[in-house]
């Protein structure tokens, strides 16, 4: 689902990005990518996590994707040449991705989920595109954050099939996402990372 004008405000105000480096700090003092990583952010909006992702992970190679193209096109705008170096963004949807199977060492998400009404297909498509050991980086919020009596009548969400912590929890490991570390309120929302199942290698019986 595209944003509408109080969500684009949200997600493109100042704090944000402030927001956004905290996370990525706390991300990348307990998990490391390894040399020449291929990494995709999904619902990049105007890139500032894009570039936060860039400068402190240093993925071999960054791709950020949206939805809505008007915010790839802001995202061109508002990041410099510098920081965009590095950065490939691109219009797509989440619950079709343009990869082959197994092929991203990361995937980054910030508040993107919640707005999508195939959630738990976006899930699948993402752990389809990871490498085994492979690692989800996301931040999601919670129903009661985004759907109570006063921001349900300005911010735009799907209404239907919306997720708890429990909800979220079962779609992860059915997805083979092990859930690795995070942080969690569950009146308002979960932060951290999973991290794909390797297939299991042994001889059959």
């Known amino acids: 689902m595209k944003l509408n004008w ?11 990005p402030l927001q ?14 390894n040399p020449g990583a291929i990494v995709l952010e999904v619902g990049c909006g105007r890139g ?5 992702i860039k400068k402190k992970f240093q993925p071999g190679l960054l791709q950020a994707m949206d939805l809505d193209i008007g ?28 990869y082959r199977d197994e092929t991203l060492d990361a995937i980054f998400g910030f508040g993107v989920l919640h707005h999508v009404s195939d959630w738990q297909r976006a899930l699948v498509e993402i752990a389809r595109v990871l490498k085994p050991g492979g ?3 996301f931040e999601e919020l919670y129903p009661s954050l985004y759907q109570n009596f006063i921001t349900k009548q300005i911010l735009l969400h799907p ?5 708890l912590s429990h909800h979220i929890k079962q779609a992860l490991k059915a997805s083979g996402l092990e859930l690795s570390i995070f942080l969690e309120s569950k009146k308002l929302g979960i932060f951290g990372f999973v991290t794909k199942r390797s297939r299991d290698l042994s001889p059959s019986p």
Do not use: C
């Open 6 to 16: 109080a969500e684009r405000w949200a997600v493109n105000n100042p704090l944000r």
């Open 20 to 33: 956004q480096r905290l996370e990525i700090r706390w991300m990348v003092k307990r998990a490391r990518l």
């Open 48 to 52: 500032a996590g894009a570039y936060l």
């Open 71 to 98: 915010m790839i096109q802001r995202a061109q705008k508002h990041l410099s040449p510098a920081q965009k170096d590095g950065i490939s963004f691109y219009a797509g949807d989440v619950i079709r991705l343009p």
């Open 135 to 137: 690692n989800y980086f």
């Open 159 to 163: 209404t239907q099939n919306r997720f």
